[in-house]
């Protein structure tokens, strides 16, 4: 074209989409007599000359899913001309998977791009879950898998309490009849024999039938609302009804693990103690016969709860002066394990002949008293080494310890997981003398407090109960 015959210019357009960039424009106006026959053969007058970076819009897309799972796939793309741009594709899927299990995972993927662009695409995708416990691998402290979700707002009538100076208690007689530190229970301020009057309603779990109880068919369930379920055995599994059949129900138990008990709602209680040593607590916590000792079961079999007192970890730890830890195996399951597999029975004989050495009142004259877990993650011996005036020294995992609403443990034992037993000895011999006798001391005033008998017990459990109202009702706020 003729230098004269047009004037040209160089401009943006507004970008079409909120995604896009503005367009770069080329626009020449021509005169007519020189355009019509240069550019048109006669016919326009301007052309216009427009050139843009590819871009790809937002998608949103939503597949098809197998039944009862959703997927939404959003895409989000943020790119940029010219040369050396990048984009950054994300991408969300929710999908549902089974109960108590979920899988997320992150990808970043280097796709292909045009020519001077770079695509990162992240992907966060739900996958259907593994047929494989959720929980840590090898623990065996997990059960039952999962109760219902509950909290005192969402499962608790309230209006069951009012006008109370103490919450009143109905006790059920069926599936069992109030057990352990609960026998003399319905001599107790707390006990009504009138089921409209109640508050709370305990049920104990603890039958002698070989099935699990079904408390939805107890007279006053009401969906387990104001129920509190009550048991002392090693295994959920063995006296309680399928997790998720308790409703509203809460849990009172000496097998609640922190993986899944509901913390202001269930409530840990301990075993009660076999003997109580209390003529022991007079003795001086640093001129004590042994430093730390521990007599009993030891549990056969690898996977098998309580199998980690068969560890070397754990039997090391006797020195046969003043840390004795002695074991037998003389027990009718581990019996019978050693009847099929006698490989399991490895050093039984030898550690039977030095646990007839000694005896259990002798060694409960120690500073520390090992507490370990056996087929539970609570121990009788935690209470009887507190009995004697001893400093609890717990080996367990996942353990939700009795009344923690109430006590500060931190200021009484030691808890060690059974991964980490090698470090027991070494760390009771670091602890100072005043740390000690500071511990003593306050494991003595909980003892006596809360723990010494029967109706200690009783009573510790009702103010762990009233606790959980936060002071709703002034007069259970006095505990």
């Known amino acids: 074209m003729p230098d004269g015959n047009c004037s040209c210019s ?18 020449c106006h021509c005169n007519n007599s ?44 943020e790119k940029a001309c010219p040369p050396s741009s990048h984009v950054v594709e994300t991408v969300e899927v929710e999908k549902a998977c089974p109960p108590s299990s979920h899988v997320v995972e992150t990808v970043e993927v280097e796709k292909a791009c045009p020519p001077s662009l770079h695509t990162v695409e992240r992907v966060e ?60 229970f319905n001599k107790s301020k707390y006990w009504t024999d009138d089921p409209e009057k109640a508050c709370l309603f305990f049920v104990f779990l603890d039958t002698k039938y070989p099935w699990p109880v079904k408390p939805y068919n107890l007279p006053h ?42 913390p202001g709602f269930d409530i840990g209680i301990p075993l009660p103690g076999k003997v109580h040593l209390t003529e022991l607590q007079s003795v001086h916590p640093m001129k004590r016969k042994y430093f730390a000792t521990f007599r009993g079961t030891r549990y056969l079999g690898a996977h098998m709860d309580g199998a980690f007192r068969s560890f070397d970890s754990f039997r090391e730890m006797h020195n046969g002066d003043d840390v004795i830890v002695v074991t037998t195996c003389n027990q009718i399951t581990n019996n019978g394990l050693r009847s099929e597999h006698p ?10 002949e030095l646990h007839a050495k000694y005896e259990f009142t002798d060694l409960m004259n120690a500073t520390f008293g090992l507490a370990p877990a056996g087929r539970q993650p609570a121990s009788y011996r935690f209470i009887e080494v507190m ?77 762990a109960l009233k606790k959980r109202f936060m002071g709703v009702f002034p007069n259970f706020a006095q505990i």
């Open 221 to 262: 369930w009401n969906g387990g609302l104001n129920h509190v379920l009550i048991t002392f055995a090693d295994k959920w599994e063995l006296r309680g009804p399928p997790s998720g059949s308790i409703g509203n129900a809460s849990i009172m138990g000496t097998i609640l693990y922190q993986t899944t008990s509901r």
């Open 125 to 184: 995708v739900a996958k259907p879950c593994p047929g494989v416990p959720w929980y840590a691998e090898g623990k065996t402290w997990h059960s039952p898998p999962k109760f219902p979700s509950c909290t005192m707002d969402a499962c608790f009538n309230y209006s069951r309490c009012d006008n109370m100076t103490e919450p009143l208690v109905f006790t059920y007689d069926l599936p069992g009849p109030p057990q352990r530190s609960f026998e003399g």
């Open 343 to 352: 490989e399991l029975g490895v050093n039984c004989d030898e550690d039977g």
């Open 387 to 463: 009995s004697a005036g001893g400093i609890p020294v717990l080996i367990t995992d996942n353990y939700v310890k009795p009344f923690e609403t109430l006590i500060d443990w931190h200021e009484c034992a030691l808890e060690f997981p059974t991964s980490q037993m090698h470090r027991i000895i070494p760390a009771l011999r670091a602890l100072k003398e005043e740390d000690i006798l500071r511990r003593q001391r306050n494991c003595l005033r909980i003892y006596n407090e809360f723990l010494k008998d029967d109706d200690t017990l009783t009573e510790a459990s009702m103010r």
């Open 34 to 77: 020189t355009a019509d026959r240069y550019l048109r053969g006669g016919v326009g007058s301007v052309t216009l000359i427009q050139f843009q970076c590819p871009v790809n819009p937002p998608i949103e897309v939503e597949k098809a899913c197998p039944p009862s799972v959703h997927t939404v796939e959003t895409v989000e793309v």
């Open 10 to 27: 160089v401009g943006n357009l507004p970008a079409l989409g909120t995604n896009e960039s503005n367009v770069a424009t080329l626009s």
